[in-house]
């Protein structure tokens, strides 16, 4: 199978991957050992597999690695800076919305890019925002109070 | 991982088309249903991306609204040509369909390739006579939207790509329309959905469109209802009606979203709504400020 090489940033550094035709982002980034990214439906369901490719957040299940290419890509592990979370993450700590975890990146990478269009959000947009991301420990209330607190932590 | 042998990505239409041209080929834009669907995955090897063949625009051309295959979702939501049209009938479905995450990356024309019954924004497209720009080495034609849908899954596409969809103006620009859709959840696929349009003239319905969506094997047009309606005037009492006809010209089955009952009875409810935006007689939910 001839592999494909493609020239991306990700998380800020220049990369350049070897991958399969048929490979999904997913899948690339799990190979480059990026594993904050969560496998959970892989059919574009839940938004767990969240990232964000060129500003947008995207599910990296049903996106080719190779539609990567020439692309800036921001995954959970580019949040933090110099050791310090993300506002985003420390809300999310800080409310205990993590819960157990599994879907937490993909809520966290699809709060990121709806903060930096929408800075400062009602609960409605928040829970409107966040209505494709699937929480199978079924509590969304602690996520969209994490989210509204993010908001209010990264304007002050 | 997808079993294919070959990801290509060219920049001329003339590229793309001639990779079409050959068994095994199939576009890919946002990949959401290809990716994911083994259905579109029998006999492909190779995928052709077309989204940096320069399509991802929505623009006028003479009287038509012409929408590229590289427009997504999300960019039509948020298009204020989209918006402004038929009450922003598809700026509505668009916005309804999926996640955001899916509606950043998943394409209008895609939706419509799928050809899939439940999709979203077909009725809508449907209730505004859009047509289909499909090119491929033999040259471009133009198929009426409503010729075509052939079946789940199946289309009038063959071999080729659809390089636009397009809208005319100088009827859809003084309808009204409205769009309604059942479901679940956010993100969640049509249990049933419709969309409607009108065309009032000094308080009778000239024209009236009004299509369903997961009820029938295609999009389905309410031709009877439509019928009914034309030199009516648009009350609650004739919308009513109407929405009844249309109910009675659905075809549902039962799957694991709704039963074929549960969509029979609620098809006169989607009906009803999307009529009763397309008169005037209700509110249009501005979905797309979250689009």
Avoid at chain 2, 234 to 251: G, S, V
Wanted: charged fraction near 20%; proline fraction near 5%; hydrophobic fraction near 40%.
């Amino acid at each position: 199978m001839p592999e494909i090489e493609i020239a991306l940033r990700v998380n800020g550094r220049a990369a350049q991957w070897r991958v399969q035709p048929g490979e999904t982002l997913l899948e690339a980034l799990h190979a480059h050992h990026l594993k904050g990214t969560k496998l959970i439906c892989g059919t574009g369901d839940c938004c767990g597999c969240g990232v964000i490719l060129d500003g947008r957040s995207i599910n990296s299940c049903c996106t080719l690695a190779a539609q990567a290419d020439g692309a800036e890509l921001l995954t959970i592990e580019g949040l933090s800076q110099d050791g310090s979370l993300h506002p985003i993450q420390e809300a999310f700590a800080e409310e205990g919305a993590a819960q157990c975890g599994y879907c937490t990146p993909g809520f966290i990478m699809r709060a990121y890019a709806f903060l930096q269009e929408h800075p400062h959000p009602t609960e409605a947009d928040v829970r409107a925002a966040l209505g494709g991301n699937i929480c199978r420990c079924t509590g969304y209330v602690k996520p969209v109070a994490a989210v509204l607190r993010a908001a209010e932590m990264m304007s002050s | 991982m997808l079993n294919i042998t070959a990801y290509h990505c060219p920049t001329t239409i003339s590229e793309a088309v001639a990779l079409l041209a050959e068994e095994g080929c199939a576009v890919i834009a946002g990949g959401t249903d290809l990716l994911v669907n083994p259905r579109y995955m029998v006999g492909v090897r190779e995928v052709v991306d077309i989204r940096k063949l320069g399509l991802d625009y929505i623009r006028h051309e003479e009287n038509w609204l012409c929408i590229g295959a590289g427009a997504t979702m999300r960019t039509v939501a948020r298009h204020p040509e989209a918006q402004g049209l038929a009450h922003g009938v598809l700026a509505q479905g668009a916005a309804l369909c999926a996640s955001p995450n899916i509606r950043n990356t998943a394409t209008l024309a895609g939706n419509v390739a799928s050809a899939l019954p439940s999709a979203d924004t077909p009725p809508a497209l449907l209730v505004l006579d859009a047509q289909v720009v499909l090119t491929g080495i033999q040259g471009e034609r133009i198929v009426p939207l409503e010729q075509f849908f052939t079946g789940p899954g199946k289309s009038a596409r063959e071999h080729e790509l659809i390089r636009e969809l397009r809208i005319p103006l100088d009827t859809t620009r003084k309808m009204g329309g409205g769009f309604y859709k059942i479901y679940r959840t956010a993100e969640d696929i049509s249990i049933v959905n419709a969309a409607a349009s009108l065309l009032v003239r000094e308080g009778i319905i000239t024209m009236a469109h009004l299509v369903l969506g997961a009820v029938a094997p295609i999009p389905l047009r309410a031709r009877k209802a439509e019928e009914a309606l034309l030199g009516q005037s648009p009350t609650e009492e004739n919308l009513r009606q109407a929405a009844e006809i249309a109910r009675d010209e659905t075809r549902p089955i039962s799957d694991q979203r709704a039963s074929a009952d549960y969509r029979r009875r609620t098809s006169a409810v989607a009906a009803l709504r999307a009529l009763r935006q397309a008169a005037g007689l209700a509110k249009i939910e501005e979905v797309w400020q979250h689009g």
